[in-house]
């Protein structure tokens, strides 16, 4: 098959969406099919896309930004149709079907497959008077649209039903992970990333996120003080950027535990997993702030991966990321006291932790990996 992704979320953009756009047009050229991917350009673009041309996906970047790129890629489109033949369209979320139906696949009779990942169902981000209603009206026609629906999680298909969808043309396909990117690094490597990035010696706890409101960070920060009455060698450690950077840092000092708690920034993608096994356990207790919601998390099955037990607030797509008692735990939102009490325990009981770190790495090998999600993805492609 030649199959035509079209997404306004990839590399090197970072994000959850990126990654799943990536990994699925890296798991369906193993297949052996033919994979065009438009998506917007980047001024670091090019070593990404050679990687990309290496794995079988051929890249047709586009001058545009997230919001213009659904019309800046009508042209990629057509011409990419005039060239040869496409056997099915994939749109990564729905703002990029928009773009495919404008360039006219319908005329060409190529089915449609639209992934869901939650927030983008949700949005309302027009402010003039009645635009938001015109906004839903499009947002509805281009996801009925689709022959085919992929939500990334339970919630998410959950959040299709009030579009009128056929239950039949829904498929949810869990996101995953790559376990052989994502595995247990030995503590010597540890020890010297830890060394290197200055954290102290004691029990780490480590999340990795944007710095969005929605992360719930802050509920970490305010569940700290009480982990260091039982643990008080114990260090928070949060790698990644964003716009809360600022207030999560001015938290930290009126908590008085800044000494304690470490900022890092974005970190490099090659650091990620010996931070992830450094940890002793990986927290994230995203909250469901609508239409700011986690569709997922797929930072869970990477700390899993490494081996790493994990804790994340029973939100969104959340309890498909986290088998609660089996390979981490869900505890509920904005619930300082319990956080407290979940990452004290994991933290006083390692045989137990340690478990789970085991059984989330087996979970991600045996079935929340990139390349069971794309085969899954695949078998339904073949269908439409
Ligand atoms: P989302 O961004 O809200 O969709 O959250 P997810 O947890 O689903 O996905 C986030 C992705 O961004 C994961 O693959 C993370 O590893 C990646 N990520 C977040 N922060 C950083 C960072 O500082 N460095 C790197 N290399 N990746 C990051």
Redesign the pocket.
């Known amino acids: 098959m030649h199959i035509l992704v079209v997404t306004q979320d990839f590399p090197p953009d970072?994000?959850?969406?990126?990654?799943y756009a990536a990994e699925v047009a890296r798991g369906l050229a193993r297949h052996g099919h033919r994979i065009s991917v438009v998506c917007p350009d980047r001024p670091d673009a090019p070593p990404h896309d050679n990687e990309f041309a290496a794995a079988g996906v051929h890249t047709i970047r586009v001058a545009s930004n997230q919001d213009t790129f659904p019309i800046k890629a009508v042209p990629a489109v057509r011409r990419l149709m005039a060239e040869a033949t496409v056997d099915v369209a994939f749109a990564v979320a729905w703002p990029s079907a928009l773009a495919l139906l404008m360039a006219g696949v319908r005329r060409h009779h190529i089915p449609i497959a639209l992934a869901a990942?939650g927030r983008e169902l949700l949005l309302e981000p027009v402010r003039v008077p009645g635009g938001q209603a015109v906004y839903n009206a499009l947002r509805r026609r281009i996801v009925r649209s689709a022959d085919l629906l992929l939500p990334v999680s339970r919630y998410t298909a959950s959040l299709l039903v009030p579009f009128g969808v056929l239950a039949m043309q829904i498929q949810i396909v869990n996101?995953g992970?790559d376990p052989s990117v994502f595995f247990p690094v030995d503590t010597a490597e540890c020890a010297a990333l830890r060394a290197k990035l200055g954290l102290p010696d004691g029990p780490l706890i480590l999340t990795?996120?944007?710095l969005?409101g929605r992360?719930g960070v802050n509920t970490v920060l305010e569940a700290f003080p009480g982990v260091l009455c039982t643990h008080p060698r114990a260090s928070y450690v949060v790698?990644?950027?964003g716009p809360d950077r600022d207030a999560l840092v001015a938290l930290a000092s009126r908590l008085g535990i800044s000494e304690r708690v470490h900022f890092?920034?974005?970190?490099?993608?090659a650091?990620?997993r010996t931070l992830y096994s450094a940890a002793d356990v990986f927290v994230?207790p995203a909250r469901e702030a609508r239409p700011d919601v986690?569709?997922?998390?797929?930072?869970?099955l990477?700390a899993n991966a490494c081996a790493t037990p994990v804790i994340g607030a029973d939100t969104g797509g959340i309890p498909d990321a986290i088998e609660h008692g089996h390979t981490g735990l869900l505890i509920p939102p904005d619930d300082a006291a319990a956080l407290g009490k979940a990452l004290s325990g994991l933290l006083a009981d390692p045989e137990r932790a340690a478990a789970m770190g085991a059984a989330g790495r087996k979970r991600v090998v045996d079935a929340f990996n990139w390349q069971c999600a794309a085969d899954h993805i695949e078998a339904r492609l073949s269908h439409l």
């Open positions: 970072v994000g959850g969406t990126q990654t990942h996101n992970t990795v996120s944007r969005v992360k790698a990644g950027d890092l920034g974005r970190i490099p993608y650091e990620l994230l986690e569709g997922f998390g797929i930072v869970f990477e």
